[in-house]
């Protein structure tokens, strides 16, 4: 199993530019989560999908689309990229408990982001 | 506003030492999760709390969670310089599906 992959790994922009950043996921998990870190930072969340056809705003959705594609795979797409959405973009799965309970997150390895 | 924060931001300790890091939060949960990142890598999960359970082990880990005083600690024990790197706690409130991270503490074990 690969457990969650992400492409690409890096990636440098021009402001204004946009671009998507994929994750998949072989663990048949329902959620599915995108999360941020910036430099000397926690993680923080930008937009999870509990299952596949639903998404929600997290805590910094500004700036960023999703979309579940189907179970496996959840892409967040930057419109119109900004040096402030310079960062690390992690993609997370989890299966959910009882009670929609989170159950333990999955990591994928990271997409470095620069935007110029 | 992250709901989780850890203390101390930074720990540097000799090989073989203990380190202790403790995490604070703000509002009911359903969990608490640590995590373990390495420089320049994603996070590893580390041990899973649920808000009806006060201690759990795994290997030379321990973790504690006191709701009463909202907060939790996380044990290494016979630290190893392989365990150099970022903790983070990650909390599930009452809006269950989703968590939030602090800001982690780093970890230096020097050999």
């Known amino acids: 199993n690969a457990g969650v992959t992400q492409t690409p790994k890096f990636q440098v922009l021009k402001t204004g530019q946009s671009m998507t950043l994929q994750c998949a996921q072989d663990?048949?998990?329902?959620?599915m989560y995108w999360y941020r870190q910036d430099p000397g930072m926690g993680l923080r969340l930008i937009y999870y999908?509990?299952?596949?056809?639903?998404?929600d705003k997290g805590e910094v959705p500004n700036g960023y689309n999703v979309s579940r594609l189907n179970k496996r795979e959840f892409s967040l797409r930057l419109e119109s990229a900004a040096p402030s959405q310079t960062s690390v973009y992690f993609c997370?799965?989890?299966?959910?408990?009882?009670?929609?309970?989170?159950?333990?997150?999955?990591f994928g390895p990271g997409t470095r982001l620069t935007v110029l | 506003s992250q709901q989780g924060e850890e203390d101390p931001q930074a720990l540097s300790i000799q090989e073989g030492e203990n380190a202790t890091m403790n995490c604070s939060y703000k509002?009911?949960?359903?969990?608490l999760q640590w995590y373990r990142q390495n420089s320049g890598r994603g996070l590893v999960h580390l041990i899973l709390?649920?808000?009806?359970?006060r201690e759990k082990h795994s290997g030379r880990l321990r973790v504690t969670l006191d709701t009463s005083k909202k907060s939790s600690s996380l044990l290494i024990t016979a630290s190893r310089a392989a365990d150099t790197a970022s903790y983070f706690c990650?909390?599930?409130?009452?809006?269950?599906?989703?968590?939030?991270f602090g800001d982690g503490t780093t970890l230096t074990v020097k050999p």
């Open positions: 997370a799965s989890s299966e959910q408990g009882a009670s929609g309970r989170q159950d333990t997150q999955y």
């Open positions: 663990m048949n998990h329902n959620s």
């Open positions: 999908s509990a299952s596949e056809g639903t998404t």
């Open positions: 509002t009911s949960i359903n969990n």
């Open positions: 709390i649920r808000s009806n359970e």
């Open positions: 990650a909390t599930e409130g009452a809006n269950a599906g989703k968590s939030t």
